[in-house]
């Protein structure tokens, strides 16, 4: 096989792959005290909580299921007050097109493990300027369950037209995200949301492009056939 065959084929397989890797989406979105909508504000702004959402898929019995996984985290240095928690994380989705995408159902992978999770909408989360939400998590107010300093939880979320893309969307309501703080002293708790304008790091980001491992092994493959057949053709030629 000549040079020229072989950088050909090696350019078909990482483009055949590429589409894969870039539809590994990730989006995260950042708490802090800055967005408190109801409660008294804080001094300390710094972020206690995250929301990433990743696009993934699952093979079970031979059939291959996309889906979205969530996961809610919050900081080991929560500097609200030494008995806060987070209890309730709300999310919206939306598509920017006609086809809006649905929830199906969610299903507990690791971590605190939500009381209840309501996948058919939330009115006025946090009072009635809070918004409405398409997704709502409630943890325990009490020990096992609290997402408290150090605790996080995963879910994964299924549905229709479904993808981290489409938790970056505000529809109608005021925030893309929210959640409730309790277990203070002084305020007794607050509801915190983030806008699709990111203040003072609290609000949306968008993760750079993750590889998925199937794409990886099937690069490094390519480039180790490269490699075998350029040895091949130098000892032709010696």
Not at 50 to 56: K, S
Not at 111 to 139: M, P, S
Not at 161 to 167: K, V, W
């Amino acid at each position: 096989m000549n040079k020229s065959k072989i950088a050909a084929a090696l350019a078909l397989a990482i483009a055949s792959v590429a589409p894969a890797a870039a539809n590994a989406a990730v989006i995260t979105y950042y708490f802090s005290n800055t967005g408190i909508y109801n409660g008294t504000p804080l001094k300390d702004t710094s972020v206690f909580g995250t929301a990433t959402f990743t696009d993934a898929s699952q093979t079970v019995n031979g059939k291959t299921t996309s889906y979205v996984d969530l996961v809610m985290s919050v900081m080991p240095g929560l500097k609200v007050d030494a008995g806060a928690y987070v209890n309730d994380w709300a999310f919206n989705i939306g598509s920017g097109t006609s086809t809006k995408p649905t929830i199906s159902s969610t299903a507990w992978v690791s971590g605190a493990k939500a009381g209840t999770v309501d996948i058919d909408g939330y009115k006025n989360f946090g009072g009635a300027n809070g918004g409405n939400f398409d997704l709502v998590f409630n943890f325990q107010t009490s020990n096992p369950g609290q997402l408290a300093a150090g605790a996080s939880s995963e879910y994964k979320l299924f549905g229709t037209n479904l993808s981290a893309g489409s938790f970056t969307f505000v529809d109608s309501d005021i925030f893309n995200a929210a959640v409730h703080v309790q277990g203070m002293a002084s305020p007794s708790s607050f509801f915190s949301g983030t806008t699709t304008k990111p203040v003072d790091g609290s609000g949306p980001g968008t993760g750079g492009e993750v590889p998925e491992p199937a794409t990886v092994a099937l690069l490094g493959l390519g480039l180790f056939g490269f490699a075998i057949a350029r040895r091949k053709a130098k000892s032709k030629n010696a």
